[in-house]
């Protein structure tokens, strides 16, 4: 195994660089620095509940103070004199930690550096939230927070000095100490308090909270209490009764995007830097924070990082062969034109629209020839304008067929699939956070409390979509054939609702001439002498009982057998048999389409204070008429109901993708800037509401934004002028310190490294074992494809998913060391690569295809050792069932064990 470390070790790009060195630089801080290092060596033994010699490191008063000889643990400015570094050092004994491995001399340089620099308390780092941990803390905590919490801890009041407005102020606590604990519910007062379980009772003088309301209380403290951070200077009002302010008028989202000049070049040597508009506005703001831009990243390392961008793939070695040394293409043009106009760019695009409309494939079908999916691919390769891709999701079957004899509902599978009972519920979410980039789901039952939208806007909306079905419709595009499919199924909807209601009685007529048929049919093979007559017989005498049963049945209830109900009932079921027997090859899947015009009506909310399920026997207030929020598009609407007499969602799709909505094109642009740069203008990518992040270049998003409906919204031009630009092509890899590092990243002063996503990793596995021109590829086992996706942090299908994580782990390791399906594709690599002549070539061409570079000299000669050394275990047949002229099973084996280090190495796993 040694030799496995030693190659791993020789590969591993992102292990400790000159940046590391530099932070020495950089102001540290107890809190944010230190008191990770302490916790993880020291607390153990040195913490609150074990005073090893009454050393204490978990606080930084107690460092501070000492412990037996009460002699402090740091002396402020002489890092040699400290307790602390003699003993980490083994100047003093006993060498801390005891019976446990050393620090690591870079840990030791760190609190070294932290002592000489004054040895400061400093600040907490401010907590990181997924955005699936806001949600549940929008959804779930907020509301009932403001139900039972906030009429005394909230705006107005602070009863026993706690307020509970922000994260900090219950982490303060007040008059009893802290509310809450993060990821400790059980010893969080909250939970003590509206458990009844101390003497503090809460809500005080009412009734004590549902289990259920509890239980997500301690869910949310025991991950860690996310809360939404607002920016101070633009904070949102808790409302108590809903309000526009006029801080929410002047909120930068629901401002029309205007156009901004292009800032000027303040430094002469920056003149040539810019490619594009673009990055005039990057440079403006590195210039204002005295920074340059990084330089070029190398032409190698763009290629690879434009490659997984565009097609979520590296690049060919044709692909070097023809752009590596163009000298006439020096920001790699034509390289970027071919990967947009590749299949694989759609496939890849799509892939991210996937994640924020919650896709799964349709029960029994893999994602590869799943009917949407494929849909969504078509449109980026296509270039569909966005606006049109929009409406197609919202209103495809209202729209106009591009031909006559055509229809669309293709983009209507997006709303699938959904719970029966919330269906209209989660397509509100969904157009919120997807098509406007707002939180509407909080306004459900109640006014929301942080935006501008209230409980009226939730029911204008979910009137539009009330008055829309799902139907199982077949995939079909061709107009006359829908249109067949549609007469059948409103004819066997209406037969359906007949048999169940009028004629209902008569099912029983029906069961029992389906018993006599059976009886029948098994009599038949009473003849048959392959069959075993005792079991039919047996089978027989069961049927010969049930028909007892039903004719009893028929003849309690006093039904007529021969009653022309009986025979209509026979004939309705018949004729739905036919349909779908007619249908039964055709692929269905769920498509969203108009109810009939006397279906069409306004939602009727249930009654303040009740929450709005589907079933509970609530008294419900007058209709809303359908119209849009308010907030975006004004109080003096026209209701939809006088507009049309369609459900409202053409005008609600043309709505949304007018040139003038101020957060449609902003939205979209902000989400292309995030895949191809790794963060986007603004972090919240899904919520541009007040609740949200503001952008950090707000004039750029605006440029953008006007540049992407001008040219026809295009995503494929902005993805295209956002790949050549100077910005996007910096290197990731400069000298500096870990803040300056944060500052240019926020900045987008450097590249981001990016962990490639799971979807990448499984395809190129698929090209490694293929190569590029080969189109006979192997599908990747659903089983490897779902394992995948919960170790390399594949998106949840339930959930909307505006980012994805990227964790690294052991596991990531084990899985691609170990899979079955990993060790197939990289054993068919390696028998592509025997057929090389040399050692060294076959290093060369794995180097090129995995990292997109040629290997050191180090790293061949590390590599011809590994190979030279490893051990192999062959089973006795091996060599039988080997195929003339193929390598040797050992030999195979050998490389196909190198080349799964190779895929466990940082390189391979990262694009810089």
């Known amino acids: 195994m040694s030799l496995w470390v030693l190659v791993l070790l020789s590969l591993a790009p992102h292990a400790a660089t000159a940046n590391d060195a530099a932070a020495a630089s950089q102001p540290l801080e107890y809190k944010t620095h230190i008191a990770p290092l302490l916790a993880k060596h020291c607390a153990d033994c040195h913490d609150a509940k074990k005073a090893d010699a009454e050393y204490r490191v978990d606080t930084y008063q107690a460092l501070l103070k000492g412990g037996e ?44 550096d932290w002592i000489k620099q004054g040895a400061k308390e400093g600040k907490p780092a401010a907590p990181r939230f997924t955005d699936e941990q806001i949600e549940f803390f929008e959804i779930s905590i907020r509301p009932l927070l403001a139900q039972h919490c906030f009429e005394c801890h909230g705006d107005d009041k602070a009863r026993g000095q706690l307020s509970m407005n922000a994260r900090p102020e219950l982490l303060e606590g007040g008059a009893t100490g802290p509310a809450i604990v993060p990821g400790k519910s059980a010893d969080s007062l909250l939970i003590k308090a509206v458990r009844h379980s101390t003497d503090l009772r809460m809500p005080k003088g009412r009734a004590k909270l549902q289990d259920k309301e509890i239980a997500l209380l301690e869910k949310w403290i025991a991950m860690g209490a996310p809360w939404l951070a607002v920016d101070d200077k633009d904070a949102p009002k808790i409302r108590k009764r809903f309000t526009i302010y006029e801080s929410d008028r002047a909120h930068w989202a629901f401002q029309p995007v205007q156009r901004p000049s292009l800032p000027s070049t303040q430094k002469p040597e920056h003149k040539t830097w810019a490619n594009d508009d673009l990055d005039q506005f990057i440079l403006a703001r590195l210039e204002s924070n005295n920074l340059s831009p990084a330089p070029r990243a190398s032409r190698r390392t763009l290629m690879r990082r434009l490659s997984f961008a565009l097609t979520g793939l590296p690049p060919s070695p044709k692909d070097f062969e023809t752009h590596l040394n163009s000298d006439d293409d020096p920001t790699l043009s034509r390289y970027v034109d071919e990967l947009i106009a590749s299949e694989s760019f759609g496939e890849h695009w799509g892939r991210h629209w996937l994640d924020h409309v919650r896709f799964r494939p349709f029960p029994k079908r893999s994602e590869s020839n799943d009917p949407y999916r494929q849909w969504v691919i078509d449109a980026f390769n296509n270039d569909m304008p966005f606006d049109q891709f929009l409406k197609m999701q919202i209103a495809g079957d209202l729209l106009p067929p591009s031909k006559s004899d055509e229809v669309h509902l293709d983009g209507m599978i997006a709303v699938r699939p959904w719970s029966l009972k919330n269906r209209h519920h989660q397509q509100i979410d969904l157009l919120g956070r997807t098509f406007m980039g707002l939180s509407l789901i909080c306004a459900r039952c109640h006014d929301h409390k942080l935006e501008p939208v209230s409980r009226d806007d939730y029911y204008a909306l979910l009137g539009i979509f009330e008055s829309s079905q799902v139907i199982d419709a077949p995939y079909i595009r061709e107009k006359d054939r829908f249109e067949d499919y549609m007469a059948g199924f409103k004819r066997m909807t209406a037969n359906e609702a007949r048999m169940k209601k009028e004629l209902k009685e008569f099912s029983r007529v029906a069961r029992l001439v389906d018993l006599q048929n059976r009886i029948e049919a098994e009599r038949q093979k009473l003849g048959d002498p392959k069959q075993s007559k005792e079991k039919i017989q047996a089978n027989i005498d069961k049927l010969l009982k049930d028909e007892e049963k039903t004719l009893a049945d028929i003849k309690k209830r006093k039904i007529d057998l021969d009653a022309p109900q009986a025979k209509e009932y026979m004939a309705l079921r018949a004729e739905n048999n036919a349909f779908n027997e007619k249908w039964k090859g055709q692929f269905l899947f769920d498509a969203f389409i108009d109810q009939e015009r006397s279906k069409i009506a306004d939602a009727s909310p249930p009654a303040m204070g009740t929450e709005a399920k589907v079933g509970d026997d609530t008294p419900p207030e007058p209709p809303v008429a359908r119209r849009f929020p308010v907030m975006l598009a004004g109080a003096n609407q026209t209701p939809l109901g006088k507009q049309t007499q369609q459900s409202g969602r053409l005008e609600l799709a043309k709505w949304l993708a007018n040139a003038d909505h101020p957060i449609t094109a902003r939205l979209m642009v902000n989400r292309i800037w995030y895949y191809m740069l790794g963060e986007g203008l603004t972090p919240s990518l899904s919520n541009f509401g007040r609740s949200g992040r503001p952008p950090t270049h707000p004039q750029l998003l605006d440029y953008l934004s006007d540049e992407f409906v001008k040219n026809n919204w295009s995503m494929k031009q902005l993805i295209r002028r956002i790949a050549l630009s100077s910005t996007f092509q910096q290197t990731s ?96 690599f390696a028998q592509r690569l025997l057929t090389l002549k040399s050692d060294r070539d076959r290093i060369q061409r794995a180097f090129v295809l995995l990292f997109g570079r040629e290997a050191t000299s180090d790293e061949i000669n590390t590599g011809e050792t590994f190979v030279a050394n490893w051990q192999v275990a062959l089973s006795e047949d091996a060599n039988k069932r080997r195929k003339p002229d193929a390598p040797s099973p050992e030999a195979v084996a050998r490389w196909q064990a190198y080349l799964q280090v190779l895929l466990l190495s940082n390189e391979f796993m990262f694009v810089d």
């Open 69 to 112: 000889s009460l002699e402090p643990a740091v002396v402020v400015g002489k890092p040699d004199e400290s307790p602390l570094i003699q003993y980490l050092t083994g100047k003093r004994t006993p060498r801390m930690p005891r019976k446990r491995k050393a620090l690591a001399d870079a840990e030791i340089e760190l609190i070294r």
């Open 733 to 828: 890899q400069l000298a500096i310190s870990r803040d300056e590092r944060d500052q240019r990243l926020q900045l987008f002063g450097i590249a981001r490294s990016k962990r490639l996503e799971v979807e990448s990793i499984w395809r190129t596995i698929q090209l490694l074992e293929y190569g590029w021109e080969g189109d006979d590829r192997r599908e990747p086992p659903i089983d490897f494809t779902r394992e995948m996706r919960l170790l390399f942090d594949g998106p949840d299908v339930s959930l909307i998913v505006p980012r994805r994580t990227a964790s690294v782990s052991p596991l990531q390791a084990l899985f691609l060391m170990n899979n079955d399906y990993v060790k197939q594709s990289t054993e068919r």
